[in-house]
């Protein structure tokens, strides 16, 4: 089974190719492009949608070409064609969608429309065995979901942001440092210069609710707050680490609590997945939860944990493998698609 993956839905134009071998669980990457935005988006401090689009637009066809050029296969071995169709922009899903459906058409191939949440929690099933149904943390710049992962196509929310993304926070509070977009990466090399001399005594938002819910609005103005009375380049190093830590604190307490809920018995495995499970410090602070919980941790590699196209053909190769009628290529992407709702 090889399926070409179109990813479109934010900033990334990304193109896969991912084969399945009948015997294998695993998914072997022939070969992946991606091209980033985000040097077109810096200088607005975060993605300007009708931009997204139109570099998708501009770089598609030639990222397609590519893809499959250093894949070593041809065109016509490609057995299906899966692309994003949400949620996101809707503009910049309309590119990847419209182009792997006439894709699709041309070559008489299906068209697999794949939930881009989906995409990142079967992640790492690409490259390791884990069985449903194991619990996920999503923690992207869109999102931030508790998830039961019941079957490659059941996902039931199970706690979630009542506001802001954790992805979100962090790159608004590398804006209001006067630096750059995405924030995730500059905020984590920031703390790493911490040497812990500054407390801001930052507050650590639903902490001690017993729901499962996360709120993190509360906590970006509080920093907002402290960043405008000045600080120096220490202050900002150990700003930077004790945000990392309360939003490590908040994540971690909601995550135990829905262990603790599920039980033992219900789940083994727990996967941390979206572009902030890139960060060094929040891998290590859940590899060490899923310890104390006799859980086993998985997480992508960085560059699945960021948007990809490969997750999106592993994700289109789990749905035609066991879903009998996947074709929906006569429904237009939707920007809110939600992935309980798939
Ligand atoms: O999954 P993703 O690539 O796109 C969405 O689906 O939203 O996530 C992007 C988010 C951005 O907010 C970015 O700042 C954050 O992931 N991110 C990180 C790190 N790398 C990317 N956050 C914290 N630490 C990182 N190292
Ligand atoms: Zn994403």
Not at 15 to 25: G, M, P, T, W, Y
Not at 64 to 87: C, L, M, R
Not at 92 to 118: D, E, R
């Amino acid at each position: 089974m090889i399926v070409l993956g179109i990813e479109t839905s934010c900033d990334e134009t990304s193109v896969s190719i991912v084969k399945k071998s009948k015997n294998d669980e695993k998914g072997n990457i022939l070969s992946e492009c991606t091209l980033s935005q985000i040097k077109k988006h810096k200088k607005y401090g975060g993605v300007v949608p009708e931009l997204a689009s139109r570099e998708h637009s501009k770089t598609i066809d030639k990222l397609v070409k590519k893809t499959i050029q250093s894949s070593s296969i041809s065109i016509n071995e490609i057995d299906a064609v899966a692309a994003t169709t949400g949620p996101g922009l809707l503009g910049a899903l309309l590119i990847g969608t419209n182009y792997a459906k006439a894709m699709s058409l041309a070559l008489s191939k299906p068209f697999i429309s794949v939930n881009h949440l989906q995409g990142h929690v079967l992640a790492p099933r690409i490259s390791q065995n884990i069985n449903f149904p194991y619990l996920c943390l999503l923690v992207s710049g869109g999102h931030c979901q508790i998830l039961l992962a019941k079957s490659f196509k059941k996902f039931e929310i199970i706690g979630e942001t009542l506001d802001d993304s954790v992805g979100e926070v962090y790159d608004k509070i590398s804006i209001m440092l006067g630096l750059s977009y995405p924030g995730g990466p500059i905020i984590e090399k920031l703390a790493k210069k911490s040497l812990g001399e500054f407390k801001f005594n930052l507050p650590k938002p639903l902490y001690k609710e017993k729901n499962l819910n996360f709120s993190f609005s509360g906590l970006k103005t509080s920093i907002r707050r402290i960043i405008d009375k000045g600080l120096n380049d220490n202050q900002k190093y150990d700003l930077a680490n004790e945000f990392q830590n309360v939003i490590a604190d908040c994540l971690l307490s909601k995550v135990e609590m829905s262990i603790k809920r599920l039980g033992k018995k219900k789940i083994k495995d727990f996967v941390l997945s979206g572009g902030v499970a890139s960060n060094e410090f929040i891998r290590k602070k859940f590899k060490k939860l899923c310890e104390k919980n006799q859980l086993s941790f998985f997480v992508p590699e960085k560059k699945l944990c960021v948007d990809n196209a490969s997750m999106i053909a592993w994700a289109g190769i789990e749905i035609i493998q066991k879903q009998k009628c996947h074709s929906k290529i006569h429904l237009p992407p939707d920007p809110r698609w939600r992935i309980d709702k798939l």
